[in-house]
């Protein structure tokens, strides 16, 4: 069986994670979409969010699991997991420099895990979590936020009206 981790913050999953976990889906036997918790980090969505985000964006499959690790290298996860693969998107040069550093990297610990590399589509390339949320404010905000998000993720993303009203009204929730 060929078993992959696909593994990223996912803070919050986009169209572009839905797409790497769809290739996935059909390349690999099993896949794990694994949520990297690095504690050097700061997140605008708890571990949790994150997970449930993931796992109402994607549909039942039987060879996927969503899950998450704590403060431990990807391939040593891997590893763990008896994972042949690792899963990896680039969008852009800056990746690509990034993730073949990273690839050579993973190799020196464990020649036995195989580094794919796919490139999204165009229309979903250029967008990331961190894209995302520098997008949301502006009025209008919605229209665009909404094309590049999946719908559980966009209702996360979308503050009830309620609180809509009280923040328009300078009332502190």
């Given amino acids: 069986m060929r078993t992959a981790v696909y593994a990223g913050s996912f ?4 169209n572009g994670h839905l797409w790497m976990i769809e290739q996935g ?11 990297g918790d690095n504690p050097s980090k700061s997140y605008s969505f708890s571990v949790e ?9 994607t549909p ?9 690790f704590d403060n431990r290298y990807l391939v040593d996860y891997a590893r763990k997991k008896g994972a042949d693969f690792i899963l990896r998107g680039i969008r852009s040069p800056h990746d690509y420099e990034y993730e ?8 020196d610990m464990a020649p036995e895990i195989t580094t794919v590399f796919l490139m999204p589509p165009r229309d979903i390339a250029e967008v ?16 665009t936020v909404r094309r590049y998000v999946p719908p559980p993720v966009f209702a996360k993303l979308t ?6 009203r ?5 009332i502190r929730q």
């Fill in 25 to 35: 889906l059909r390349m690999f036997d099993h896949l794990i979409v694994a949520i």
């Fill in 49 to 57: 969010e994150r997970l449930e985000m993931l796992r109402e964006s």
């Fill in 60 to 68: 039942p499959a039987d060879n996927l699991v969503i899950t998450h």
């Fill in 159 to 164: 503050p009830p009206q309620d609180k809509l």
């Fill in 11 to 14: 803070d919050p999953p986009t």
């Fill in 166 to 170: 009280a923040r328009d009204l300078g």
């Fill in 128 to 143: 990331s979590s961190n894209m995302i949320k520098s997008l949301i404010g502006p009025k209008g905000w919605e229209e």
């Fill in 100 to 107: 073949r550093v990273m690839r050579h990297i993973n190799a």
